[in-house]
């Protein structure tokens, strides 16, 4: 059975329309929401083994914000996290006690497609959220 890859970024025809196709080819099962909503709607009714995540291209909320959403809801998930720039909203969560490891863009395919199947495998350690204090 194929595993699911939900690509997430809120830019339609962006990074993860382009991955999409190399993803298919590499046989995953694809869902590329383009809204928060989306995404939750995809993550209830297609739950994913992995998701992969364009930091950047998600602002409001953060995409550690949406990625703990779906952590909630699909606790087995791995997660793959991309950026282009410097600037992506993730050091208050680092600061928070959040463990996630952000990846470089450009990434060579063969290298992502190995990132994400490793996410798939040890979901684990790809993005933990520390408890809450009361």
Not at 64 to 73: D, G, H, N, P, Y
Not at 75 to 80: A, L, S, T
Request: hydrophobic share 45%; proline share 7%.
């Amino acid at each position: 059975m194929a595993k699911r890859l939900l690509l997430v970024e809120n830019c339609e025809d962006n990074i993860c329309c382009g991955l999409g196709g190399f993803f298919r080819a590499s046989g995953f099962e694809i869902e590329l929401p383009t809204t928060l909503a989306g995404c939750l709607e995809a993550v209830r009714t297609k739950p994913p083994d992995g998701v992969l995540m364009i930091t950047n291209n998600i602002r409001n909320p953060s995409a550690f914000v949406i990625a703990e959403a779906i952590r909630s809801l699909q606790p087995n998930c791995g997660f793959v996290f991309l950026m282009g720039h410097e600037r992506d909203g993730s050091d208050d969560f680092l600061a928070a006690g959040y463990k996630f490891r952000v990846h470089w863009i450009p990434i060579p395919l063969a290298e992502l497609r190995a990132l994400v199947s490793e996410a798939i495998d040890q979901p684990a350690g790809t993005f933990f959220i520390p408890e809450k204090k009361p």
